[in-house]
């Protein structure tokens, strides 16, 4: 299959999800939940001092820094100038020189062939348009560059909160698809196309033991996920709704913790070599 170069959603939709990830405090969920996840995926793909990486959806930088420290010559791309803004800071602070580009995943600003290495960190899943954003990390990797992403699996725990979640969000945009399904090796398979080859995917869970209990998690994620924190606003003057909106974030919660409040988030990580 050839990799087409489908229409990215419309700039209102852009506008909303730039929104709703500077809504809450994203920073602080990467920082207490997944600070080793962009480490693993830099880790994956195996990067030589020199090489020029792409961070698509790189948010505060969860994968750019690490990329950067490991000698990439980094530039960390997303659509929230916020989530950006705090990369940046923590860069300057580290004395790392990355670069900090707001961009489209599903229309990235750079030449075809750019970089030797493009990643993405639980990010580019989240732009609507699964075939524009695929075709544009394939596009900007040279050939026999290299291709790493990470995301989280429909049957794992944001999957299950995400669908929880789904019937008090807004109606996807037209030609929309859930985030996780880029968590599923066929689909990302599909998505790449012919663009990819030595393919090696695996799955994996995250063990996160932050919260003590299910309620704990439901709070700390309505007042800083932007996803629950914007559904949680949107029925705040619905008492009756709001109840089963926290209702339903407990049981996907509640049904994910051992005894002990552990849970085990399962993600999918996949390198590819760009052809
Ligand atoms: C869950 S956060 C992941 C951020 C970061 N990669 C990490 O590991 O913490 C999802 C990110 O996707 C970004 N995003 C959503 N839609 C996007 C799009 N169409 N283009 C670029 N970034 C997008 C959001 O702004 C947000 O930073």
């Keep these: 299959m050839t990799v087409q170069h489908p229409t990215p959603a419309p700039a209102e939709v852009k506008a909303r999800h730039r929104a709703l990830w500077a809504l809450g405090d994203y920073p602080s969920v990467a920082d207490t939940v997944i600070p080793h996840l962009g480490e693993t995926l830099v880790d994956a793909v195996r990067i030589a001092p020199g090489e020029r990486v792409l961070d ?20 960390a791309s997303d659509l929230t100038p916020e989530l950006l803004a705090v990369g940046r800071a923590r860069a300057e602070a580290e004395g790392l020189p990355l670069l900090w580009d707001v961009a ?9 062939a750019t970089f030797d290495v493009v990643l993405s960190c639980v990010g580019v899943m989240f732009a609507p348009v699964h075939e524009a954003a695929a075709a544009e990390l394939v596009r900007v990797c040279r050939p026999g560059g290299r291709l790493g992403l990470l995301a989280w699996t429909p049957e ?16 996807p945009p037209p030609g929309a698809q859930p985030p ?11 998505l790449l196309g012919d663009g990819v080859v030595d393919v090696r995917a695996e799955r994996h869970d995250l063990v996160v033991d932050a919260f003590a209990t299910p309620e704990e998690f439901r709070r700390f994620f309505v007042e800083r996920y932007g996803p629950t924190v914007a559904v949680h606003r949107s029925v705040a003057d619905d008492p009756a709704q ?12 509640a049904k994910a913790a051992d005894a002990h409040g552990v849970m085990r988030w399962e993600y999918l990580l996949l390198t590819a070599t760009r052809t």
Excluded: K, Q
């Design 56 to 75: 698509v959806a790189a948010g505060c930088g969860n994968a750019s820094l690490p990329a950067a420290r490991a000698g990439g010559d980094v530039t």
């Design 104 to 112: 489209d995943a599903e229309d990235l600003p750079y030449p075809s």
């Design 156 to 171: 794992g725990f944001i999957g299950r909160l995400l669908a929880a979640i789904r019937p008090w969000a807004p109606p």
């Design 180 to 190: 996780p399904l880029w968590g599923r090796e066929e689909h990302v398979l599909d």
């Design 242 to 253: 709001r109840v089963a909106v926290e209702a339903a974030i407990d049981a996907v919660a």
